[in-house]
């Protein structure tokens, strides 16, 4: 179940990114890639109450891959990061399945209450940087 999951992941960059060459290349050289790996694992001890290691596996991926998604991010299927460099991606932050998100967008909070304040993504939405929210 997992592989299967692992290999739709990939099929699905080497679908929206012309450029890419095979497989090994997305898994190897993606920095979209890697922070949805990161995530995920950020994600796993965020949801154990580990929140202190969550944020430590969060900000070593942003530091690696210059994509910055809080642990506490909720993220559906497929997510493709394209050119990730300066994504930002805020604590209340739903993302759906098949998204897009291309390099710069930033999924900020506009309020200082602790309540949701970041965006809900719906599915099947492409994100730009110049997309207003």
């Given at each position: 179940m997992l592989l299967k999951k692992f290999k739709e992941f990939l099929y699905i960059y080497k679908k929206k990114d012309p450029a890419s060459r095979s497989y090994f290349e997305i898994l190897l050289c993606y920095p979209g890639v890697h922070a949805l790996f990161f995530h995920r694992i950020s994600n796993f001890f965020?949801?154990?109450?580990l929140k202190l290691i969550a944020r430590i596996i969060s900000n070593f991926s942003r530091f690696f891959t210059g994509i910055e998604i809080h642990p506490a991010v909720k993220i559906?299927?497929?997510?493709?990061?394209?050119?990730?460099?300066?994504?930002?991606?805020?604590?209340?932050?739903?993302?759906?399945?098949?998204?897009?998100?291309?390099?710069?967008?930033?999924?900020?909070?506009?309020?200082?209450?602790?309540?949701?304040?970041?965006?809900?993504i719906f599915d099947n939405i492409k994100i730009k940087k110049e997309t207003k929210i």
């Open positions: 965020w949801e154990l109450n559906g299927k497929n997510l493709f990061i394209d050119h990730g460099m300066g994504i930002v991606i805020g604590e209340t932050t739903v993302i759906g399945n098949n998204v897009t998100i291309y390099q710069g967008v930033t999924l900020g909070g506009t309020k200082w209450e602790k309540k949701k304040k970041h965006p809900t």
